[in-house]
């Protein structure tokens, strides 16, 4: 079965640095579109950061300029590089596999999530 599981996450100071990894089995990595997305308490989950099959990448405005989606499509990984982070991107992670933007085709996967926590 298809399975996303993260890592990275962890407890950082304000003005730190982490790099979240979301390893994928089970479907061809290489052909769909990931993303990370976060959830804070009593917050709805939202997008932080998209990429492509191709590599093309977005990201929401609150993250632009301080995080980096980046693929390995060799090691079926998605990275999420964030720096200079700051107490309000505290949440919890998660990795999600989809098709390209513009595909006909239904599906949706998500890993299981990895807290990122934000001290001031």
């Known amino acids: 079965q298809v399975q996303l599981v993260e890592s990275g996450g962890g407890l950082v100071q304000a003005g730190g640095s982490l790099r979240l990894s979301c390893a994928v089995s089970g479907i061809i990595f290489r052909i769909n579109a990931m993303g990370w997305y976060r959830q804070a308490p009593g917050k709805q989950r939202e997008l932080v950061a998209g990429i492509t099959s191709r590599g093309s990448t977005n990201y929401a405005n609150s993250v632009k300029g301080r995080f980096t989606i980046s693929r390995d499509n060799a090691k079926n990984t998605v990275y999420l590089q964030m720096n200079s982070l700051k107490p309000e991107d505290t949440a919890v992670y998660y990795c999600?596999?989809?098709?390209?933007?513009?595909?006909?085709?239904?599906?949706?996967?998500w890993g299981q999530g990895t807290q990122v926590t934000v001290s001031s």
């Open positions: 999600n596999l989809g098709p390209d933007p513009g595909s006909l085709a239904k599906y949706d996967y």
